[in-house]
């Protein structure tokens, strides 16, 4: 009994040190974020600050608004339009098996492990031909393409739960296609577009490859802007740090708030969920 | 099978569908998924298609030149010093990353699985940097590796000789240094200080699907072990780690398709070093296309990526989607 309770002390001992490490980080740029410009001193890195201080979350907000605002009206439309699409997708593909289903799916699941580097000369070519490179609704339209294998996965999964029956009864009631989509699988998708939701919402708000090739000042979504900020010699670490906790406390939200859900969505991508 | 499969062709149908006739209808499950296919077709493969047809000409200008050289781009890169220096990072950062996030993804599963307190608290901790960009993780372990800053000041407080910290990701050692083709072969030590920032933030991802793969282990096994009287620890290793070993797999997979194609992280802490100890072909790709305007080039280190990832990445989806058949 007593090496019992000797391991179980020792398991949380080892569990609190993790937990430590892993905050680490957070310690450091919340610590960091508080200092006067006065107090960054490189061998005083972890101590608190003395006196609390706002300036660099005021500095690195006025440098990031705009380009918060740019996340915003990118990843809104983005997670709307991908979520819809995968829900769509998901009750067709899942529900009606229909011949030559078992081929589509799989060739549009492929799209979602490419490296986007393939496809980037090509589309930066396509985006002006068309008129959107450069412009928020092409980084948009972007996102909710290569969006399409992992939300129409993440869907077909889900509703592939929902039993047979109830789609079967319906049809001999004389309930159509769309009937049944509207009447039966919306009501019960919520929970499938709350982890959708926050998986494209999360990726595309973290996204950096395509919003860096596709998009300059003033259009850059707020990762290249961090980038950008912590790239340049002048900016103080109080105030980068300041801007990294900005541009990550929209994800951080959904996920205190989400966690749950957040977890399903990362689970899904290994396919089987 | 399952019942909503409709009736091949040449068997008799279900009695209730035989009465109804054709109409739109039966074509809307594949009319709704059309536009997403097609949209994939030309975005995905069509566009690889073209990256591939760049990759074959002499575009390594500004402006396009699309005369056909073959594989000349592909030779030139692989007797480049820094293409080979991004080998050699691959490599050793996909190696060093997988084992680190296995080994303490593993580690975090087994300890939060133990029925213990706070268990939600516990496992938030674990995995909410997986919530946040590369982009903001290679900026504030940046700071946290700053050779004159962050840990090198706790291991000058522990004793460590100040001459001698390590650099992190200022440092061009390559340990061992192997003279190898243009490059010298071995770990170098800055990829190390990524590797880190980066299993701090995937390992998490890895303790999820251990503790998915844990909970899916029927009790009875274990009971089974106990009543045997295997130890703990054996009966850990004799019996609940075989049964991981299909959610081993999976994670291997995800985790190098994640390293594969790293950037971001790569790009916002570091660049590609001194000495491209660093580098990555993801990043060579970009500054090779975007700032060298080498796009032919460009266009090859893209093929080859892709080609890299499906070696694994196609029997896996062949392998999942199979077993979710049967």
């Known amino acids: ?273 | 099978m399952s019942q909503n499969t409709p009736p091949a062709a040449g068997l008799p149908p279900v009695p209730t569908k035989r009465k109804r006739p054709w109409t739109w209808e039966r074509a809307f499950p594949f009319l709704t998924v059309l536009p997403s296919f097609v949209a994939i077709v030309v975005f995905v493969y069509g566009f690889i298609a073209w990256t591939g047809w760049i990759s074959l000409t002499k575009w390594n200008t500004l402006t396009p030149n699309m005369a056909f050289v073959g594989l000349k781009n592909y030779a030139r890169l692989f007797t480049e010093f820094r293409f080979q220096a991004d080998l050699r990072n691959l490599l050793f950062f996909t190696l060093l990353f997988i084992l680190l996030c296995l080994v303490i993804g593993l580690l975090l599963a087994v300890m939060v699985d133990r029925k213990i307190r706070a268990e939600g608290f516990f496992r938030n901790i674990f995995i909410f940097p997986m919530a946040l960009s590369f982009i903001v993780t290679g900026v504030v372990w940046q700071w946290l590796l700053s050779p004159r800053s962050g840990f090198n000041l706790i291991l000058k407080a522990l004793g460590w000789n100040p001459n001698h910290l390590p650099g992190w990701y200022t440092s061009t050692n390559i340990i061992p240094s192997i003279h190898w083709g243009q490059i010298q072969f071995g770990i170098p030590v800055a990829l190390v200080a990524v590797v880190i920032a980066a299993v701090w933030q995937m390992s998490g991802f890895a303790m999820a699907l251990y503790l998915a793969g844990l909970r899916a282990i029927p009790d009875e096994i274990h009971e089974a072990a106990r009543v045997d009287g295997a130890s703990e620890w054996k009966s850990f290793w004799k019996v609940t780690f075989p049964q991981l070993r299909p959610i081993t797999a999976t994670t291997i997979i995800i985790l190098a398709h994640i390293s594969m194609k790293i950037f971001d992280l790569i790009y916002a802490m570091t660049g590609p070093g001194a000495e491209f100890v660093t580098d990555m072909p993801s990043v060579n790709m970009f500054n090779t296309t975007f700032q060298g305007q080498h796009y032919a080039e460009g266009a090859a280190i893209a093929i080859f990526m892709l080609l890299a990832l499906a070696v694994f990445i196609v029997p896996y989806m062949v392998t999942s989607l199979r077993k979710e058949g049967d």
Not at chain 1, 111 to 133: A, E
Not at chain 1, 145 to 173: M, Q, S, V, W
Request: proline letters at 5%; a positive charge; glycine letters at 8%.
């Open chain 1, 1 to 273: 009994m007593a090496v019992r309770r000797l391991n179980r002390a020792l398991l949380y001992l080892l569990l609190i040190i993790f937990a430590l490490i892993y905050l680490i980080p957070v310690y450091v740029v919340i610590v960091t974020s508080l200092k006067s410009n006065a107090e960054i001193d490189l061998s005083h890195m972890w101590w608190l600050p003395k006196h609390l201080d706002f300036s660099s979350y005021g500095e690195a907000f006025n440098k990031l608004a705009p380009n918060l605002g740019n996340s915003f009206y990118l990843a809104i439309p983005g997670t709307v339009i991908s979520a819809v699409l995968g829900s769509l997708n998901g009750y067709a593909l899942s529900k009606w098996k229909f011949r030559g289903a078992d081929v589509l799916f799989p060739i549009m699941l492929f799209g979602m492990f490419i490296p986007y580097q393939s496809v980037l000369i090509p589309l930066i070519q396509f985006m002006t031909n068309i008129g959107l490179y450069n412009t928020i609704p092409g980084l948009i339209l972007i996102h909710v393409i290569y969006g399409l294998p992992i939300c129409t996965l993440i869907f077909r999964n889900f509703y592939a739960g929902i039993p047979t029956d109830l789609i079967e009864a319906a049809t001999i009631d004389g309930t159509g296609y769309w009937g049944i989509y509207r009447r039966i699988i919306l009501p019960l998708s919520i929970s499938g577009f709350v982890v959708v939701g926050i998986w494209q919402f999360t990726s595309i708000w973290n996204e950096f490859l395509f919003a860096v090739s596709m998009t300059q000042p003033p259009n850059q979504p707020v990762m290249v802007a961090l980038q950008n900020l912590s790239g340049s010699q002048i900016v103080q670490w109080n105030v980068q740090m300041a801007g990294a906790f900005l541009s990550a406390l929209p994800t951080l939200i959904v996920y205190v708030l989400l966690s749950r859900y957040f977890v399903r969505g990362l689970l899904a991508g290994s396919i089987k969920g």
